[in-house]
Structure formats: C-alpha cells, structure tokens
C-alpha cells in the first residue's frame, strides 16, 4: 500500500515568488492536513481538507492556502513568499478523522526562500 | 491552553536503559494524546496513542503514562537501542473521531541511544 506522497521533495525559491505543495493521500483516505514544521516553532497545523472542503484551519495569515481535489489529492499554496516559510511542508493523510489510526504523514517538501 | 510543553529537549541514554520523556498539557478537552517519532528525513510516524479514560498503555518496549489530574503523559522506552534514536513529540487533539481534531504537537525530544 503506497504511503503519502509529496512532491517536490525539495523547493528554492526567491523572496515574493509563490509556491504549490502536491500532496496525494494513502488510497481511501479523505481527510488531508497539512503542517509546518520548523526548528523555531515545531510542528505547527496550518488545514484540513475533507471531501474538498477546507473542514480546519490553523493560525496562519492568509498567504497560505490549500485546496483538495475529488480524488483526495490536495494542494498548498504560499503567495508572496518570506524569509520566514522556509520550513518542512508535511502533509498527512487519515481515513476521515485522527482516530486509533493516527496519521499518516509524508516525507513532506523541504521550502527554502532566498 | 492550546500549549503542550515537552521534555526534555534532549535525551542521551545508554544501550538498554529507559529513556522517558514526558508531556504536559493545559486543555482539558483534549482527548486524544498520541506520540510520533521522526527520523532526518522522514515525517513523523505514529508511535502509540492514549484517550484519558485508561492511565497506562503498553505496545512492546512503549509505554504511554497518562494522568488525568496533573494533565501529564510520558513515554516510556524501555531496553532503548541505537534504533530508537530519533526525535520524538507527544501531540494533543480534542474532538477525538470527531471532525475537529487537529493535533497540537510538543516541541520535540532529541533521542541518542549510544551503543
């Protein structure tokens, strides 16, 4: 059973610029998050989508945002880069909500902003 | 209240000891506290996970401790190996099945396990 996939792995971008994060979920799941981790401040929730609805939302501006497709795929998108979203994208998947089983996170996209 | 503190940052033990890490939380509607362990490049995977309703849960050489009343939980790794270092976070979510249960993670706890 493949796992959670995220492409790019790895991403440099300049200061302004924009970003797309690709995530597809394990087959079956329907519910995507999407988290930020950095050295600074952890791991850090930014949404969940559900069914192509964004069902939860974190504290973070307005830059970041995310959508999910029918087939549970989901993607983030950062406008207006800073230096500061440099940081390890993770995306995980879960089959509609935490449960016993968890998550399942990717390997996620390493972003740098230069 | 939506903090979880985590500790130590970091953590050496020998080959076979008992490594321990433990969590501390505010919010008394989280239900739901699982552990993940990270290795360098690679997310986070579910290690174990508790719901308030039992004090003590044991999956192989895991152990998660939980007490309700001093809103605390640790884990317990016991006969810890050189494959068990990694970073490791407790996390915390309300709405445990529900549909509002994203996970408020700790800070994370650096394992080196020395042969």
Same mark, same amino acid.
């Given at each position: 059973k493949a796992g959670v996939t995220q492409t790019p792995r790895y991403l440099i971008k300049t200061r302004g610029q924009q970003v797309t994060l690709s995530c597809s979920p394990i087959s079956g799941h329907r519910s995507v998050s999407w988290y930020q981790q950095t050295p600074g401040q952890g791991l850090q929730f930014l949404f969940e989508y559900f069914s192509e609805t964004q069902r939860n939302k974190g504290n973070?501006?307005?830059r970041f945002s995310g959508r999910q497709f029918s087939n549970s795929r989901s993607e983030m998108n950062v406008s207006t880069l800073e230096l500061g979203d440099s940081a390890l994208y993770l995306c995980a998947s879960s *089959?509609?909500? *935490?449960?016993?089983?968890?998550y399942t996170f990717g390997s996620g996209t390493r972003l740098t902003v230069v | 209240q939506q903090q979880v503190k985590q500790s130590p940052q970091s953590l050496i033990v020998q080959k076979g000891g008992i490594s321990i890490i433990n969590c501390a939380y505010?919010?008394?509607?989280?239900d739901y506290f699982p552990w993940y362990q990270q290795f360098p490049g690679k997310g986070p995977a579910l290690l174990i996970a508790i719901r308030p309703d039992v004090s003590e849960k044991k999956e192989g050489r895991f152990t998660i401790s939980f007490n309700k009343s001093a809103k605390q939980f640790s884990l317990h790794i016991m006969d810890s190996q050189p494959g068990d270092s990694a970073t490791y976070f407790c996390a915390a979510s309300r709405d445990y099945g529900g549909s509002q249960g994203n996970l408020i993670f700790g800070k994370g706890t650096k394992l080196s396990v020395k042969p």
């Open positions: 973070f501006p307005g *089959l509609e909500a *935490l449960g016993d089983y968890g | 505010e919010n008394t509607a989280f």
